[in-house]
């Protein structure tokens, strides 16, 4: 079994930062991929940043020279450094991660539970 659990989220105001963090844990053999993505009410999900193992970050243009994503492939996990938020960043942010569990399998993505963002004053 494969688990992914957020952690950082909260209510922050304007201009505010928050860091987001995501542990996968459970049987892995190894993690390709991991990202973030939102989902604002009415709204689909969609990529805020992701970034490959050993590769490029790529971030969405809305959140460019604001957030930040890194990650700690030790601890296979992912963070999310948001800064100067804005309340259209309100969301449930959700953490993904392409991995496989054997040598023999190929790479699945996997989500997290999500965790709320509200940027409000």
């Known amino acids: 079994q494969v688990q992914l659990v957020e952690s950082g989220g909260g209510l922050v105001q304007p201009g505010g930062s928050l860091r987001l963090s995501c542990a996968a844990s459970g049987t892995i053999y190894s993690i390709n991929a991991m990202g973030w993505y939102r989902q604002a009410p009415g709204n689909e999900r969609e990529l805020v940043a992701r970034?490959?193992?050993?590769?490029?970050?790529v971030y969405a243009d809305s959140v460019k020279g604001r957030f930040t994503i890194s990650r700690d492939n030790a601890k296979n996990t992912v963070y999310l450094q948001m800064n100067s938020l804005k309340p259209e960043d309100t969301a449930v942010y959700y953490c993904n991660a392409e991995l496989k569990r054997s040598r023999y399998d190929g790479y699945l993505g996997y989500w997290g539970q999500g965790t709320q963002v509200t940027v409000s004053s």
């Open positions: 970034v490959p193992r050993g590769g490029s970050p």
